[in-house]
């Protein structure tokens, strides 16, 4: 069974420092990756996804990284701002018509 | 249009109520999720809908029910709730049931409060 972590369970720095967001998972037979974005009470933004081909994706000041061999994704968030405190979920799909499998997220504060 | 809308966004019900979710995308996704998620928590998958079919149903108490009328629009049917099913209950919709190249997008939630 698929078991999905994301360590540290929260995290606060300074503005303008860059953010490392981890997520591991078990099993690495899968077939993407998301990277959501959730701020309190409201529902979940889509950052990145990562199909199991790919290496990494970027989009703006994010960049998501997958290494299936080890069983990891790495998020980096660069030149952090308040406005990027949230919690971030990662998600793995084990395969084409599995359900994603969610970490507990990372909660992160960003202070000005 | 890419986004999901959800209707309402609080919902306060007795147990004995019968009420409804609505979820709707216009983006042609042919998947459709319903997802609950308690405080501090992941999302936790109910049911699926591939092509306007129930695909999945993760093992979900009788007394919610989900009904695909067309393939932009999902419900969830509440009725005999218990104080425990208190929490935000959120939909989401991809391109294919595989996800397709951008996976899951997912709507604001309703946060239902059962007294």
């Known amino acids: 069974k698929q078991e999905v972590t994301q360590i540290p369970a929260a995290l606060s720095v300074p503005e303008g420092e860059n953010l490392v967001l981890n997520c591991s998972f078990t099993?690495?037979?899968?077939?993407?990756l998301q990277w959501f974005r959730q701020d309190p009470g409201k529902g979940l933004t889509s950052l990145l996804l990562?199909?199991?081909?790919?290496r990494e994706q970027t989009s703006g000041r994010l960049n998501a990284s997958l290494d299936k061999s080890s069983g990891r994704s790495t998020l980096y968030i660069a030149a952090s701002q308040p406005g990027d405190s949230a919690t971030y979920l990662c998600?793995?799909?084990?395969?084409?018509?599995?359900?994603?499998?969610f970490g507990a997220g990372t909660q992160v504060v960003v202070t000005p | 249009d890419t986004e999901v809308t959800q209707t309402p966004k609080h919902l306060v019900m007795g147990m004995t109520n019968k009420k409804s979710l609505k979820c709707e995308q216009h983006m042609g996704h042919r998947a459709m999720y319903w997802y609950k998620q308690k405080a501090k928590k992941p999302p936790e998958l109910m049911f699926v809908?591939?092509?306007?079919?129930?695909?999945i149903n993760e093992s979900v108490p009788s007394r919610f029910s989900p009904e695909c009328p067309n393939s932009s629009l999902l419900n969830l049917h509440l009725h005999a709730l218990q104080p425990e099913d208190s929490a935000l209950y959120l939909c989401?919709?991809?391109?294919?049931?595989?996800?397709?190249?951008?996976?899951?997008?997912f709507g604001p939630g309703t946060r239902l409060t059962v007294l």
């Open positions: 809908y591939s092509y306007e079919k129930l695909s």
């Open positions: 998600a793995v799909k084990g395969d084409s018509w599995g359900k994603l499998q």
């Open positions: 990562i199909q199991s081909s790919q």
């Open positions: 989401a919709s991809s391109q294919e049931p595989t996800g397709g190249r951008k996976g899951q997008f």
């Open positions: 099993d690495s037979a899968i077939y993407n």
